[in-house]
């Protein structure tokens, strides 16, 4: 490690101190009082030592290292998959087990119970022309892993299936209808998702998947229809396989389609399918997307309709503050909306995904508001905000939020129109006038109306 002498010895005293707390863990276990004889949760350095303590196989880690210092965590996870399944098991289905867990623990970065509770097991199953396919059972718990490593998941299954030469899943068209059925219940009947494809969307899927999405029937709720299916082993709701194809693999279609085309994996054209049904072909645009006005929950505010004129205008760019999935709110927003977007709330958003964490930002645009004595006045700055709070009449614009360029990208989502700010104003002057007079630069009101 390259660090300085004294950052040196804080992380050799933070493993010399993590060291005595287990020694004296390990002396309490002795005495047998516990269930355990010894501390259930091992000590890991880094990723790839937590990736095989967590699933294994003993060694891994050193490969996972190397593999690190080129690859993406994506395609880290799809080599490991393909190299441990080629490596000495007891059969095939071992061999797989093991290649699907250790590749989603990498992708999760060893940190989540996923790779250990959400995977029941995986078999090798026939179809009804004698072929062979991989039929994997998820489980609840898969739901820790979140979308995106969900639709992984069966990404590396097929990958893995494949090096073991075995066919695709051929569905009956009595399985697909259970697949539609059982989503359906499970949403109304046992659990919210955060996504439930159309009937369609599940036929699209479940019939062109390579891989079998199965899984534990986990629900006390039953099917009406399609029972008794000769490869579905319960009647039960499967609440894994519900999640992985609404959460997974119908909600991160265009995460998939990305990641499928970035590693050169054929036979996922049906993804492309999936993210044109929501696509005009001919004219790519942006609509409003209620998706994230669904499911309010009481007492959660609602700050704007989707698109709506007056709501948050969107910025592009990133404050020093502002890490992954966050979004910057200006301080006198947050205080003029009773202070209900404090640091680190997370709030539900209509592009470009889910959600962001909520961090301030002082040098974007705070909100328009209008005062009970008729003065409509800009707030950018959070003393002027407590200010005036009690005498706000109305919020006429949120202001911005401020986003970065790489929320897109890692949502595959088109760019949107941002708003007008002092950085666009900067090129269109400079491409007019060449080099900008310091003086044009935050300009006082009366050098600012004479270049108007």
């Avoid at 209808?177 to 046992?190: D, G």
Wanted: glycine fraction near 8%.
């Amino acid at each position: 490690m390259i660090c300085s002498k004294e950052m040196g010895n804080y992380f050799d005293s933070l493993k010399n101190n993590a060291e005595k707390c287990y020694s004296i863990a390990r002396e309490a276990r002795k005495k047998n009082l516990d269930a355990e004889t010894s501390p259930e949760i091992p000590p890991a350095e880094d990723m790839a030592s937590r990736v095989e303590k967590l699933v294994g196989p003993e060694g891994i880690a050193d490969r996972i290292r190397v593999l690190n210092k080129n690859l993406g965590r994506e395609e880290l996870s799809i080599q490991i998959a393909k190299e441990i399944v080629n490596q000495d098991f007891k059969g095939k289905e071992e061999a797989l087990d093991q290649a699907i867990r250790t590749g989603l623990a990498a992708l999760t970065e060893g940190v989540l119970v996923a790779p250990l509770d959400g995977i029941a097991g995986v078999k090798i199953k026939k179809n009804f022309n004698g072929s062979y396919y991989l039929s994997v059972y998820f489980a609840g718990p898969i739901r820790s892993a979140g979308g995106t490593a969900q639709a992984m998941a069966v990404l590396i299954a097929d990958v893995v299936r494949r090096q073991l030469g075995l066919s695709r899943y051929l569905p009956t068209k009595e399985e697909i209808e259970r697949y539609k059925e059982e989503i359906q219940i499970y949403k109304s009947h046992a659990r919210t998702l955060q996504y439930t494809p159309t009937s369609e969307e599940i036929e699209l899927i479940t019939s062109n998947c390579p891989v079998c999405i199965d899984g534990e029937g986990t629900e006390k709720v039953e099917v009406f229809g399609n029972r008794n299916l000769a490869r579905v082993e319960t009647n039960r709701v499967r609440g894994g396989m519900c999640l992985v194809i609404a959460e997974g693999l119908c909600l991160k279609a265009p995460k998939i389609q990305k990641h499928v085309k970035t590693l050169g994996i054929d036979g996922w054209d049906f993804v492309d399918k999936f993210v044109n049904r929501t696509k005009n072909e001919d004219v790519m645009k942006i609509t409003p997307n209620p998706k994230y006005m669904k499911d309010i929950l009481a007492g959660r505010p609602v700050f704007s309709s989707p698109s709506r004129k007056g709501g948050f205008r969107l910025r592009y760019g990133r404050c020093r503050n502002s890490g992954l999935a966050a979004v910057g709110i200006n301080p006198a927003a947050m205080h003029l909306l009773d202070d209900f977007l404090a640091v680190g709330t997370q709030l539900k958003i209509e592009h470009p995904g889910k959600a962001g964490a909520v961090v301030p930002c002082d040098s974007i645009d705070g909100p328009v508001v209008l005062l009970k004595n008729g003065d409509l006045i800009q707030v950018n700055n959070a003393n002027d905000a407590l200010k005036i709070k009690d005498n706000v009449k109305e919020i006429v614009d949120l202001g911005e939020i401020l986003i970065s360029y790489g929320e897109f990208l890692e949502n595959n989502h088109l760019l949107m129109q941002g708003s007008y700010c002092t950085e666009w104003w900067e090129q269109e002057l400079k491409e007019k006038i060449g080099n900008i007079p310091d003086e044009y630069m935050n300009p006082m009101p009366e050098t600012a109306f004479k270049i108007s």
